[in-house]
């Protein structure tokens, strides 16, 4: 197999990729990913708070059912006192009031809690709010500076691109694939001599698994172990 055009194609791609990755780690770059994330997390929150506040309603639901039930059965207990035939009644019916009581004062503080924390998660969500608008605001700013070191970077690898796009048309679409695969999952070079017994990119014995895969010049071959393509020169 004829791998000239992928080595050379390689070649220009390794400036490529060196000026990418560089590209990835300067400042305008990680401004940009910095403030996304923090976005990313305000906003998180803010729907977590969210969730928060749902739960909470439904919380609140339900004690003011609870409290029309307990209000339903005190009205009861307080007609039955007008039919009491002795004094044990009278002593169930207090107690049965007193039991009201206790569970409206329940009810009443498990309210007061909801209300406060209602209160609390609405101030939490107005300061969210600010933060994620100052955030989007910076953010907006730092794509300036992003899309400037962008135009930067592509104007300097225009030769290299255009060469790039020539040889792609001459290299067999199944090696093109195993290339980029490679270079998908960051393991550049991706094509590598093939140094008997060892891949001379990982420097492992792969001589077992691939020996008989690489008899002549050209051939090529994966690498089990980091998989990169080895090729005998």
Known sequence: MNIDKILEYQTIDMKVYR???EFAKSPEVQKAVALQNKKKAITASLLKLDKEAETLFADLEKAEAQIKEAAAAQDK?????????DLNAADNVEKALNGYLEAFGNLEKEIKRIFKRLSD????????????????????ASLAD?????QEIKQSMQGQIARLSELRKEIDEAIFRRY????DNKKMPAFVPYDAP????????????????????GDVAECPSCRRIVYLK
């Open 19 to 21: 000026i990418e990755r």
């Open 77 to 85: 207990a307080h007609f039955s006192m007008g039919s009491i035939a």
């Open 121 to 140: 998660i609405k101030n939490e969500a107005r300061k969210l709010l600010e933060q994620g608008n100052a955030a989007n605001n910076d953010y907006k």
């Open 146 to 150: 992003y899309e400037r070191k962008s």
């Open 180 to 183: 980029k695969l490679c270079r």
């Open 198 to 217: 060892n891949c001379t990119a990982c420097g492992m014995n792969i001589s077992p698994e691939v020996g008989d895969k690489l008899k002549n010049s």
